[in-house]
């Protein structure tokens, strides 16, 4: 039972991300009546499932093959493990690939003319223009930047054996 958690983290990661897809569907199914926006709706639900589900297929393949033995190997950013470096890359992929639509391809007007599909809030701040949607994706990409960070220089778990190699 002691294992249950590190083994199956990935399969509460695809229900979460399911039930977000869900309740983003639930906020949105008015809206979706106007043909000019359900196109664009659809397009955000759709992608939202995609880019978040795969780091989840990621981490349960690695699981489930012994590639990994559990959650606590994708914290450690350092690892040589293949499938560690996948997920990584995956996540870094999806941040790149994020800012070249939100800032060129006009994904934060996008996002604008579909209120109420992608909640971005912190505190009181809310991403509902394009502009602040720009502002709310460099400040949250500078937060991945430090915790990527964080876990690269940082030992914890090495001595615990949470990490250990």
Do not use: C
């Amino acid at each position: 039972m002691a294992d249950f958690i590190p083994k199956y983290f990935w399969v509460l990661g695809i229900a979460i991300t399911f039930l977000n897809v869900f309740l983003m569907w639930t906020r949105i199914r008015g809206k979706m009546k106007n043909p000019d926006l359900s196109k664009g709706y659809q397009q955000l639900m759709q992608g939202y499932l995609m880019v978040m589900i795969i780091p989840w297929l990621i981490m349960g393949v690695g699981i489930t093959s012994g590639m990994a033995e559990g959650v606590f190997d994708f914290v450690n950013i350092r690892s040589d493990q293949f499938i560690v470096q996948t997920f990584f890359g995956y996540i870094l992929g999806v941040w790149i690939v994020g800012f070249y639509w939100i800032f060129f391809r006009k994904g934060a007007e996008f996002i604008e003319r579909h209120p109420g599909a992608l909640q971005m809030r912190f505190f009181v701040f809310r991403a509902n223009t394009a502009i602040s949607v720009k502002i709310f994706y460099v400040l949250f990409l500078l937060g991945i930047i430090f915790v990527f960070f964080v876990l690269y220089n940082t030992n914890f778990g090495y001595t615990t054996g949470v990490f250990a190699p």
